[in-house]
């Protein structure tokens, strides 16, 4: 069964820091992998989907990596700034008959101004 | 840029009653999707549909769940009898073929409490 696990679950750093969220997922049989953005109460924004041939997808000051032998990806995000604050969720959509993503539970991101 | 959309953004009920969560999806969008995200929980996938059927669904989605696509560009969910542990943020969502590697476009969500 397919777990998606993120540490650190909250993280704060000083405003223009570079900063690396981890996602791990058990099964490396995925389709992809994508890293969403929540806002308090809010919906969900999808930032970066990488397919399963891709090594890594970019967007701005974002950059996320995967590595599905190891079952691993990361969201890389340069010189942060305050409006970054938010929770980020990792999904993976797994191989086989499944029609859901399943997603971890989240990092909760504070940057200090 | 086409958005999914989600009608009421905030639903509050009495235990027993029933409630119908709308939803429109992208217009060229064929799957259709819901998903709940329990107040600190992860978001769980409920129901994917396509072709005016329910092509998956889990454990979670019982009796008390159904859905609809009533028009053209309406989603529905209904819970027939709320219960306390249906509160949650409920998430529609859509792609456009359903392809697996397709991305699923996720609405803004509607907030329903259950009192």
């Known amino acids: 069964k397919q777990e998606v696990t993120q540490i650190p679950a909250a993280l704060s750093v000083p405003e223009g820091e570079n900063l690396v969220l981890n996602c791990s997922f058990t099964?490396?049989?995925?389709?992809?992998l994508q890293w969403f953005r929540q806002d308090p109460g809010k919906g969900l924004t999808s930032l970066l989907l990488i397919q399963s041939s891709q090594r890594e997808q970019t967007s701005g000051r974002l950059n996320a990596s995967l590595d599905k032998s190891s079952g691993r990806s990361t969201l890389y995000i340069a010189a942060s700034q305050p409006g970054d604050s938010a929770t980020y969720l990792c999904a993976v959509r797994p191989r086989g008959r499944d029609d859901k993503i399943i997603f971890g539970k989240g990092t909760r991101l504070h940057i200090l101004p | 840029e086409p958005e999914v959309t989600q009608t009421p953004s905030h639903q509050v009920t009495q235990m027993g009653q029933e409630v119908i969560l709308r939803c429109v999806p992208i217009s060229n969008h064929l799957y259709f999707y819901w998903y709940r995200q329990i107040l600190g929980q992860k978001v769980e996938f409920l129901v994917s549909f396509y072709n005016n059927e329910i092509s998956e669904k889990s454990e979670i989605f019982d009796d008390q769940f159904s859905v609809e696509r009533p028009d053209g560009s309406n989603f529905t969910l209904k819970i027939r009898s709320t219960k306390l542990e249906d509160s949650a943020m409920y998430f529609c969502?859509?792609?456009?073929?359903?392809?697996?590697?397709?991305?699923?476009?996720f609405g803004p969500g509607t907030r329903l409490t259950v009192l």
């Open positions: 969502a859509s792609s456009e073929q359903g392809e697996r590697a397709d991305t699923q476009y």
């Open positions: 099964d490396s049989a995925i389709y992809n």
